[in-house]
């Protein structure tokens, strides 16, 4: 069973870190582009940060440039990111999903819309408040 379980949420005050991580189980990570997504309360999923299944290549939303870093370990099955200088705008549940490889570039993976992922896990909430 295809499985990615978020962890490492909590509340952090204005200007710190944290670091998600996401543990894949039941596939072959390799094959797969991970991308972590966030849904503040009223405001659509949108894409933060995704990453290829092997070249390395990145991508992240400008909101998040220059504070946020995704990587992955494959032999480990996880993918992580780590979150520095957080907002107040960053408080949001935090999701990781993945595509195979084939289906779409990372990029275009990191704005594709809820719908067009087939299941999302429960996720793993950030709060940055003082």
């Known amino acids: 069973q295809v499985q990615l379980v978020e962890s490492g949420g909590g509340l952090v005050q204005p200007g710190g870190s944290l670091r998600l991580s996401c543990a894949a189980s039941g596939f072959t990570l390799d094959y797969y582009h991970i991308g972590w997504f966030r849904q503040a309360p009223g405001k659509e999923r949108e894409g933060v940060s995704c990453?290829?299944?092997?070249?390395?290549?990145?991508y992240y939303t400008d909101s998040v440039k220059g504070r946020f870093t995704i990587s992955r370990d494959n032999a480990k099955k996880m993918v992580y990111l780590q979150m520095n200088s957080l907002k107040p705008e960053d408080t949001a549940v935090y999701y990781c999903?993945?595509?195979?490889?084939?289906?779409?570039?990372?990029?275009?993976?990191?704005?594709?819309?809820?719908?067009?992922?087939?299941?999302w896990g429960q996720g793993t909430q950030v709060t940055v408040s003082s």
């Open positions: 990453i290829s299944s092997s070249d390395g290549s990145t």
């Open positions: 999903v993945g595509v195979p490889r084939g289906v779409t570039t990372v990029s275009k993976m990191c704005v594709m819309r809820q719908g067009d992922f087939g299941s």
